[in-house]
């Protein structure tokens, strides 16, 4: 069991590096864990792009990772939209929303849902410790319809490259 878990935020934390790298100037990315009411942890990696800056021509792309080690939420997701159908203001200001489909992991559990993602980096996108970015997941349909989780990194990062900082 415990290798089993091991393996799964190892693949998380290596997902997370991987999207660090994949950089571009209306990609937000990064990885990490928050830490629940109760002490346990949820791991997620993400790396989401948009391109378009007219309203109306946004073209959202990316990929998640998330486990819920308590709960057994454990999904891959793919972005295909930005609610506000414009890159101008998510992916450049540090936070945005993202919206997507999930699969279950492994797919045998059930059907998948869709999701909504709000990332901010409060920290103004730098590396190290979280500083005070934070994500926000909610979930519906399928099998894990009505999960949500939100709150401030206890580790990992959300970074913005190339981002406009707005105080």
Known sequence: MKNRHFASSLMVVVFAIVALVVV?????????????SNGKKANFGFNFKCKGEGLGNAEASGQLQFNDHETGVKFHGVVDSVPENTCGGAAKALEGHYLGSYTPQPRKLGKGGRFVIYLAAKDKGESGPSKGDSFELSLTGGIYDGYSLHGTLEGGNIQAPGAEIVE
Do not use: E, V
């Not at 571009?24 to 629940?36: A, L, Q």
């Open 24 to 36: 571009g100037c209306n990609d937000i990315n990064g990885g990490g864990w928050i830490k629940k």
